[in-house]
């Protein structure tokens, strides 16, 4: 069985429930590493200061973040400790809503969410089936990493799903993105009807 990567507690007004999170999904691409052709020697790749071929050690990098001037602002490690999102292990559910109303493109990645122990068994149960009967999805917030992330619990099957989320400002606005797009068109009702009996006609159940 996989480990955990991350232990809590999913929480709601006087609700309690001690979890395990596991990743639901895995990668299955193959990964190469580099050689150089001819002599079939690894190629490595070096933390070298800029301009020089001098090697960086790790702990004397630090990191910068770059403004709208294209000039860097030098952080340290204590300054970033001091912004970061308290540490918490509680999954804090503030609202449900309906799934349908959750545009996917908000979705990013996908976690089982597991009782902890036999003693939540019933009350992981208990909400799995609530959910599961009302079709609602719980809208909640957990610190994970250092990082705080916006997630949507929802039921599948026997378990609870937990899905993290894009904030509404990392969605791109597609008028900004793609440039112009088709609105307001008044389509020919012929063309419309054909296309709309083709997709029916090439409709499965997932």
Same mark, same amino acid.
């Given at each position: 069985?996989?480990?955990? !990567?991350? %232990?809590?507690?999913?929480?709601?007004?006087?609700?309690?429930? *001690?979890?395990?999170?596991?990743?639901?999904?895995?990668?299955?691409?193959?990964?190469?590493?580099?050689?150089? $052709?001819?002599?079939? /020697?690894? &190629?490595?790749? /070096?933390?070298?200061?800029?301009? @020089?071929?001098?090697?960086?050690?790790?702990?004397?990098?630090? $990191?910068?973040?770059? @403004?709208?001037? *294209?000039?860097? &602002?030098? &952080?340290?490690?204590?300054?970033?400790?001091?912004?970061?999102?308290?540490?918490?292990?509680?999954?804090?559910?503030?609202?449900? !809503?309906?799934?349908?109303?959750?545009?996917?493109?908000?979705?990013?990645?996908?976690?089982?969410?597991?009782? $902890?122990?036999?003693?939540?068994?019933?009350?992981?149960?208990?909400?799995?089936?609530?959910? #599961?009967?009302? *079709?609602?999805?719980?809208?909640? +917030?957990?610190?994970?990493? %250092? /990082?705080?992330?916006?997630?949507?619990?929802?039921?599948?099957?026997? !378990? =609870?799903? =937990?899905?993290?989320?894009?904030?509404?400002?990392?969605?791109?606005?597609?008028?900004? +993105? &793609?440039?112009?797009?088709?609105? *307001?068109? #008044? =389509?020919? #009702?012929?063309?419309?009807? @054909?296309?709309?009996?083709?997709?029916?006609?090439?409709? !499965?159940?997932?």
């Amino acid at each position: 069985m996989a480990r955990p !990567v991350w %232990n809590g507690a999913i929480t709601f007004g006087l609700v309690n429930v *001690g979890v395990g999170l596991y990743s639901a999904t895995e990668e299955k691409s193959v990964s190469f590493h580099q050689f150089e $052709k001819d002599s079939g /020697k690894r &190629v490595r790749n /070096k933390r070298v200061a800029e301009g @020089t071929d001098r090697e960086v050690d790790y702990e004397d990098v630090a $990191k910068g973040y770059e @403004t709208d001037s *294209g000039d860097h &602002v030098i &952080v340290s490690q204590e300054e970033l400790e001091s912004v970061a999102p308290e540490t918490s292990r509680s999954i804090t559910i503030d609202d449900f !809503v309906q799934l349908a109303d959750i545009d996917p493109i908000y979705f990013e990645r996908a976690y089982y969410l597991a009782p $902890k122990d036999e003693a939540n068994e019933h009350a992981y149960a208990l909400l799995r089936e609530a959910m #599961k009967q009302a *079709g609602l999805a719980g809208i909640a +917030t957990l610190v994970m990493r %250092n /990082k705080q992330y916006l997630a949507a619990i929802r039921a599948r099957d026997d !378990v =609870l799903v =937990l899905n993290t989320m894009h904030f509404a400002d990392e969605v791109r606005d597609p008028g900004e +993105t &793609v440039g112009s797009v088709p609105t *307001g068109r #008044k =389509l020919p #009702k012929r063309e419309l009807d @054909t296309a709309i009996r083709l997709i029916s006609e090439l409709t !499965v159940d997932w």
